[in-house]
Every structure is written in structure tokens, then in C-alpha cells.
């Protein structure tokens, strides 16, 4: 016979219930037919004779009929062999010799369903030599050499800009010259296009078009040494920013008659370092909070750090940061500027047996934007009085007990406002039981910058009578950084004290609203 029919396979698709296949093709053997079957999740399984399938005639019968989605695939694998003899006597038989050049075409037609199955140059293609050199070079990719005359196995840093890819989530990008990879963002980070980056990718949180509340990719990374506390910015990876990598910081524009906001770009290694001696306006012993900024001073970058809040829609200045830093209401960074955008990025606690010397690490770091982290630490001084005289001349309270300083803006019983805003006082006064004298009167009220200021409270005695005299008020103040404010009393009688209590004499003043 010939061999007219030039395809060596048949493919179906699968239904689910049709089990028996034509055999379109022409084969010399029911053990020349092979039968695989390629899920719908593109799986491939090789089918075994006599147990997935059987042949009848011209036909392959499923055991099992292939399901809807997938494809099952009847193919001729001719055995590669010649077993036609001639003899050198006798007859010559044409049936044996057109046998034996039917399996010639049968196996030829196999044989091209490989090689079409191959990935090849093109035919106008002549000058590329596509032999591969040997021995086989693990770990390494196919590629045209140089000069573009011969495949040869390559590094894959040829393709990833000298970077390859080394984490899970890395990608591989352009630069406009080469191709290069784009490290993995943190968790939730999102790519975003950025035309000042080298791959016009970047790593980002949301949008970011929203830079007032923008803070993407930061870490905090602390250490001691040589009784000096240094801070360091990280990326959420705990590393160096880079350009690929940044970290992204929104802030207003550097001019109050400007209302739009950008973004400070940290690339590469970034960190302010609290020298010894340098106490920020903490005392021994004592926990202590270190506010810690990003600000722009003429267009570069820099962390910095203070006990105080600062407002992050107004420009600050900041002060060379060095030994000499013993002040609560400044603002510290490398160096020295004015006008300077700056954001609130984080909250560290430090506690030093020596204020000034960094013997020990922080106890705690909170990240964070002005809008996490106001409620929690917002300026609040609390402290209670267990003593003291009341006179007939007006006197200030002494507070000698702490409850609660989070800016150490007590002294001499005296506090000093770290910060413009609306702020909250709360007195609670208590004089002892004792006889008070008729039309006599207990006041107290609020002194600012050295001057009366409002009256918190006052007790008026009509007649005379045995009693304590309870002094309680609520004012809203607003300060401005730098204020002193303290509490004085007066008394129209003599001889009067306050209750040997702290639970009767308390002061306390909270930041309500930055303004």
C-alpha cells in the first residue's frame, strides 16, 4: 500500500461521555499506538494499554471517558527498526519491499511531528551556530552571544542589571538600557509608577497621591554604643533605602503660601545619632519619650528627634543636633535649618540611670503619623501636693509628686508649654479641716507667664464654722510654646494648709488640639 495520510495523530476534546476515538491515521500495529490525556488543569498523563484503553479496529475504546475540558491525544509511535531481508536468491517481492518503505514514511512522519514540536532559527537564518558548547553549565540560561552569531549558556545577571533574583516576589523590569530586578515591596505595598526611578517602578502604600497621611516602607532600627543612642531608618525589609527600594515620606511644600504637599524620597543609609551628653531635656531615672521627625532642611533629607510635639502642617526649625541638646522644646538633626517641612514618623521610650548617657537601648518604639500616634502621646503633665501652707499673700502650689510628665515640662513646680494648642487644666485643691473666720474666702487660679490668669475656683465662708474647703476647676487654656503656667492660692484667714493627701491635690494639664 502507500502512504497517503501525512498525519501520524488524532486530538479530541473530552466531553465527559463519549469512550470510544477513531484512529484517523495509518498504523501497522495495535502496539504502535500510544494515547495521552491532558487535563483541564493542562496535567499530562500517559494512558496505559489494556488498562486506560483498548483498540478495536479503528478505534481507541476509554475505560473511562475523558472528562469535559480536557484533551486526549492518539498518537503513532512506529518501532525504529528495518526487518525486511533480502535474499540474494529467489524471487524479488514488491509487498515486501513497499512494506518496508511504508514504515520508512510512517516513521519519517513521527519523526517530523517531533521535530516541528522544536523550537528552530529561522530559515533565512545562516550565520547563527546554534550548537551548544559542552559541557552543559548549571544554573545558567540560553542566550546569543555578544557578537550574535552563537547560542551559548549565559549568567542570568546578563538579564537582571548584575542583580538576580534573590527573594520571593522579586521582579524582573526595564531600565530603557537593560533589563534589571525590582526587589519585592513590603507586605500591602503596591507597585506604582514613578518616573524618577531608574526601572520607572517603585514600591508604595495606596495611591499615594494622598501625601498628607503618606508614610510607606519605613523601619526603625536603634543601637547604643560609647553611651550614644543612634536611630536608623529601614526599609520594611530592615534595610538601606535604595532607589529601587525607597522610603516615602508626604510633607508639605516649604512655603506657608503654598498649600500643596509632596514627598521626601530616603535613599540609602539614614540615621541621626543622640551623642553623649545630649539629653533632649530628660532626667535620670525617669521614662521618656523621644519624638522622632523626618524633615526637609534645603532639600535634602534627614532624621531628627525632640521631647516635643511639633506641628506637621507648619515649618520648624531644627537645630544642630550635638552634646549641647539638653533642651525639651527643640527640635535635633544633623543639621542646622529653618523653615523646614517635617513629619512625625515614630515614638521611642528611653530610660538612662544618667540622663544624657545611653547605657541602655529603648524600651520601646511605636511608628506611626501625627494621626496614630496623637492620642496616645499627646503632652499630659500630671502631679499632686501633699502639703503646703495657704497664706493670706498670693502663693504658688508646690507639686513635688509625679504622676505623670510626658515631656518633662515641670520645674520648680512651674510647667513650661512644649507646644501651641488648646490645652485642658484640671485643680483639685483641699484645705484641712480647720476653724475658718466669718466673710473670710479660699481661692485659687491659674498664672501665665508670671500674671494672673483665670480663677479656677473660690470658697466664700459667711460665718464662721469648722471646715475643709474644697477648690475645683475645669478651664480651657490656649498656650503658646514657651508659656510658663502655674498654680498660686490665696486666703483671706490664716493658719489654713492643705490636706496631707495626694489623692486631694492634683494638677493636671493635657494638649487637647495642636493650633
Not at 535620670?284 to 532624621?303: C, E, M, P, R, W
Amino acid at each position: 500500500m502507500s502512504v497517503s495520510n501525512l498525519n501520524s495523530y488524532s486530538a479530541y476534546a473530552g466531553d465527559g461521555v463519549t469512550t470510544t476515538f477513531a484512529i484517523t491515521f495509518v498504523f501497522k500495529s495495535n502496539s504502535h499506538i500510544k494515547a495521552v490525556l491532558k487535563s483541564s488543569l493542562g496535567v499530562e498523563s500517559a494512558l496505559t494499554p489494556g488498562v486506560d484503553f483498548n483498540i478495536s479496529g479503528s478505534n481507541v475504546l476509554m475505560t473511562v471517558a475523558p472528562a469535559s475540558g480536557s484533551v486526549l491525544l492518539i498518537y503513532r509511535e512506529s518501532p525504529r527498526e528495518q526487518s525486511t531481508t533480502y535474499l540474494t536468491t529467489g524471487p524479488f517481492l514488491p509487498a515486501d519491499h513497499e512494506e518496508g518503505l511504508d514504515k520508512l514514511a510512517l516513521q519519517v512522519q513521527e519523526l517530523q511531528r517531533q521535530v516541528d514540536r522544536c523550537v528552530k532559527v529561522s530559515k533565512s537564518e545562516v550565520t547563527l551556530d546554534s550548537e551548544l558548547d559542552s559541557p552543559v553549565t548549571a544554573n545558567n540560561v540560553l542566550a546569543v552571544d555578544p557578537t550574535g552569531t552563537k547560542i551559548v549558556y549565559a549568567s542570568p545577571a546578563l538579564y537582571t542589571g548584575g542583580m538576580p533574583l534573590a527573594a520571593k516576589g522579586d521582579l524582573f523590569t526595564h531600565t530603557g538600557v537593560g533589563v534589571a530586578a525590582l526587589p519585592v515591596g513590603g507586605d500591602g505595598s503596591t507597585l506604582i509608577a514613578d518616573s524618577s526611578q531608574s526601572t520607572g517602578l517603585r514600591w508604595g502604600w495606596g495611591s499615594e497621591q494622598d501625601y498628607i497621611t503618606n508614610i510607606s516602607n519605613l523601619g526603625i532600627l536603634t543601637s547604643v554604643a560609647g553611651n550614644a543612642l543612634t536611630i536608623a531608618a529601614k526599609t520594611s525589609l530592615g534595610t538601606d533605602a535604595t532607589s529601587v527600594n525607597p522610603i516615602n515620606i508626604g510633607r508639605r511644600v516649604p512655603s506657608m503660601g503654598n498649600g500643596f504637599y509632596g514627598s521626601m524620597n530616603i535613599i540609602g543609609a539614614k540615621s541621626i545619632t543622640i551623642p553623649a551628653g545630649a539629653t533632649l531635656g530628660h532626667t535620670s531615672g525617669n521614662a521618656h519619650k523621644i519624638f522622632l521627625y523626618v524633615v526637609s532642611v534645603d532639600g535634602l533629607t534627614y532624621l531628627a528627634v525632640s521631647q516635643s510635639l511639633f506641628k506637621e502642617t507648619s515649618l520648624v526649625n531644627v537645630t544642630a543636633i550635638s552634646a549641647g541638646a539638653t533642651s525639651n522644646r527643640v527640635m535635633y538633626a544633623p543639621v542646622t535649618g529653618t523653615g523646614c517641612p517635617c513629619r512625625l514618623v515614630g515614638v521611642l521610650t528611653s530610660t538612662q540611670i544618667t540622663a544624657g548617657l545611653y547605657a541602655s537601648n529603648v524600651s520601646e518604639i511605636r511608628l506611626g503619623n501625627w494621626s496614630t500616634l496623637r492620642d496616645e502621646f499627646l503632652f499630659h503633665t500630671k502631679y499632686a501636693a501633699s502639703s503646703g501652707s495657704i497664706n493670706t499673700s498670693i502663693t504658688i502650689v508646690g507639686w513635688p509628686t509625679k504622676i505623670k510628665d510626658t515631656m518633662g515640662a515641670m520645674s520648680s513646680n512651674i510647667i513650661t508649654v512644649p507646644v501651641t494648642g488648646e490645652y485642658q487644666s484640671v485643680v483639685h485643691l483641699a484645705a484641712a479641716w480647720a476653724a475658718w473666720a466669718a466673710n473670710s474666702t479660699y481661692a485659687a487660679s491659674v498664672f501665665i507667664n508670671g500674671s494672673q490668669g483665670p480663677l479656677i475656683d473660690q470658697k466664700n465662708i459667711v460665718s464662721a464654722v469648722s471646715t475643709s474647703l474644697l477648690i475645683n476647676g475645669t478651664l480651657d487654656l490656649s498656650l503658646n510654646a514657651g508659656d510658663t503656667v502655674q498654680i498660686q492660692q490665696v486666703s483671706s484667714d490664716t493658719g489654713h494648709s492643705l490636706v496631707a493627701n495626694t489623692n486631694y491635690n492634683i494638677w493636671s494639664l493635657r494638649l487637647v488640639n495642636l493650633t
